[in-house]
C-alpha cells in the first residue's frame, strides 16, 4: 500500500488566492526565460553552455539527464543560489540576477523548492519543518493551522508531525520536504529529484501531488531519473546533455 494519498480534499480557496496574483502579472506567458546562459563554476566545470529554455506558466516540466549534468544547476539559477557566468535567467518577468536583499526574497516567496538534499533543520519537528517559512512569512497562526494538516495528510505524514528528521526514514524525510515546499501553494514549484528516496508507489503519488498542484495553476519543474515515471506522465521533457537542454 502506498504510504501517501491523494485522497485529501486540499483546500481550494489557497490555490485561488494565488491564481488571482498571478492574474496580474499575466502580461507575459512565459513564466521562466533562459537565454543563452552559461554556467561556469569556479573550477573550470560549465554544466551550461548557451542554453535558451522556455517554459510557460502553468506547465509541468521534467528536466532530465545524466547525474553531473546539470539539472540541480539549473534549478539553482532559477531560485537565484547561482548566477549566471553569461545570459540572463528571467522567472515571472524579472532578471534573476539583478535581484538583491528584500527584492529577491520576494520572488523567492513565490517559489516553493524541493531539494535534493531536503534541507530539513534537525532541531524542529516535522510540523515546525513544513511551517517554519509561513511562520518568517508572517502568515497568522490560524492560517498556518489551515494549511498543515492537509498539507501533511497530503505527503502521508500526519502520524510523524512531532517527530523530529533523524527520527524519520529517508522518504519520509523527502515527504517533509516536499511538505515544506507545497505549503505554502506557490505559484512556482521547483522539484529537485523529489522521488530519489521514494519506492514506485510512493514516486507515483508524490508526482500526483505535483500534478495537483499544476491543476490548480502552479508551473511545476520536476528534475528525475526516473525514466519509468517520466513515461508514465505525458508532460513536456526537458534533456540537460553537454551544457544543451533539448
Ligand atoms: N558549487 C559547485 N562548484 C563547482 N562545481 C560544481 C558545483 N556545483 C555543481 N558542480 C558541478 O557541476 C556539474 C553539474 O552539477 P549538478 O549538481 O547541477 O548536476 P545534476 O545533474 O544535478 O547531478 P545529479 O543527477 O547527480 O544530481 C557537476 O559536474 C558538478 O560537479
Ligand atoms: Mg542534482
Not at 506547465?59 to 547525474?67: A, N, V, W
Not at 514549484?189 to 523529489?194: H, Q, R, V
Not at 511545476?220 to 506522465?233: G, S
Amino acid at each position: 500500500m502506498p504510504v501517501l494519498t491523494t485522497q485529501v480534499k486540499t483546500d481550494k480557496s489557497v490555490y485561488r488566492k494565488d491564481g488571482e496574483t498571478q492574474q496580474r502579472d499575466s502580461n507575459t506567458t512565459a513564466k521562466v526565460q533562459l537565454q543563452s546562459v552559461t554556467k561556469t563554476y569556479t573550477n573550470g566545470c560549465h554544466p551550461l553552455l548557451n542554453a535558451n529554455l522556455e517554459i510557460k506558466k502553468g506547465e509541468f516540466l521534467f528536466i532530465t539527464g545524466p547525474s553531473g549534468s546539470g539539472k540541480s544547476t539549473l534549478l539553482k539559477l532559477l531560485y537565484g543560489q547561482e548566477l549566471p557566468t553569461q545570459g540572463e535567467v528571467i522567472v515571472d518577468g524579472y532578471n534573476v540576477a539583478g535581484l538583491r536583499g528584500d527584492r529577491l526574497s520576494l520572488l523567492r516567496r513565490r517559489i516553493g523548492i524541493v531539494f535534493q538534499d531536503y534541507k530539513l533543520i534537525t532541531q524542529r519537528t516535522v510540523a515546525e519543518n513544513v511551517t517554519f517559512v509561513l511562520q518568517a512569512q508572517g502568515y497568522t497562526r490560524k492560517e498556518i493551522q489551515r494549511r498543515l494538516q492537509p498539507t501533511l495528510k497530503l505527503v502521508g505524514l500526519l502520524n510523524k508531525a512531532d517527530c523530529f528528521p533523524d527520527q524519520l526514514s529517508g522518504g519520509e524525510q523527502q515527504r517533509v520536504s516536499i511538505a515544506r515546499a507545497i505549503v505554502g501553494t506557490p505559484p512556482l514549484l521547483l522539484a529537485d529529484e523529489p522521488t530519489g528516496n521514494l519506492d514506485p508507489d510512493n514516486s507515483w503519488q508524490v508526482i500526483q501531488i505535483l500534478q495537483k498542484l499544476n491543476s490548480f495553476g502552479a508551473t511545476v519543474i520536476v528534475t528525475t531519473h526516473d525514466e519509468q515515471l517520466v513515461r508514465r506522465c505525458n508532460h513536456r521533457v526537458v534533456q540537460v546533455r553537454n551544457g544543451q537542454l533539448s
